[in-house]
């Protein structure tokens, strides 16, 4: 495998994304399949905190190492992008755009030509960037694959939130420990 982590400069109308990336590929060009898989993680991205405050994982890693592993498997590239902190949105599914022209013309670096195929996956918030994805009317990418696709209650979701929010005072389990299951 080569490629690796990294980070990467994306400008989208004027303004200007600094991101983490995920870019691995075949080492040898002869076990390339022509594609590209690109990975559209859960969450908005960046650390993964416990309630005390502790980092427990990234966000970035959610689809990288079992997929991405996977497409490495049979051929493919795959990418991902890091969005920390921009969901499944339609800004989320811009710097993914330009994220996957980026990375198309890095394989055409490393290999001499562009993918033939580039396919998006998308899990959980991803699943918005792809459904995004799947419905401009200017396809991007040869397949698309939503999978626990989330976002799409984005507004019943905020309001939900906010609720818990004010409740969870009442039932946070450290400052009311006696409070049954």
Do not use: C
């Amino acid at each position: 495998m080569r490629g690796g982590t990294g980070g990467i400069g994306i400008e989208i109308d004027g303004k200007r994304y600094e991101k983490r990336f995920v870019l691995r590929y075949p080492e040898k060009g002869s076990n390339w399949n022509d594609r590209l898989l690109v990975g559209a993680h859960g969450g908005a991205g960046g650390l993964s905190r416990s309630r005390s405050g502790n980092i427990i994982d990234t966000g970035e890693t959610a689809l990288d190492d079992l997929i991405g592993e996977h497409a490495l498997d049979q051929g493919y590239a795959y990418a991902s992008v890091d969005r920390d902190g921009i969901g499944g949105t339609r800004e989320g599914r811009a710097v993914t755009y330009a994220f996957t022209e980026a990375v198309r013309e890095r394989l055409r670096k490393v290999y001499g030509k562009h993918p033939v195929r580039t396919y998006l996956a998308g899990f959980s918030a991803g699943g918005a960037i792809a459904r995004y994805a799947a419905e401009d009317t200017s396809p991007r990418y040869d397949g698309i694959v939503i999978i626990a696709g989330g976002s799409g209650d984005a507004m019943p979701l905020l309001e939900r939130q906010a609720q818990m929010a004010v409740l969870w005072p009442d039932v946070d389990p450290v400052k009311n420990p006696d409070l049954p299951t």
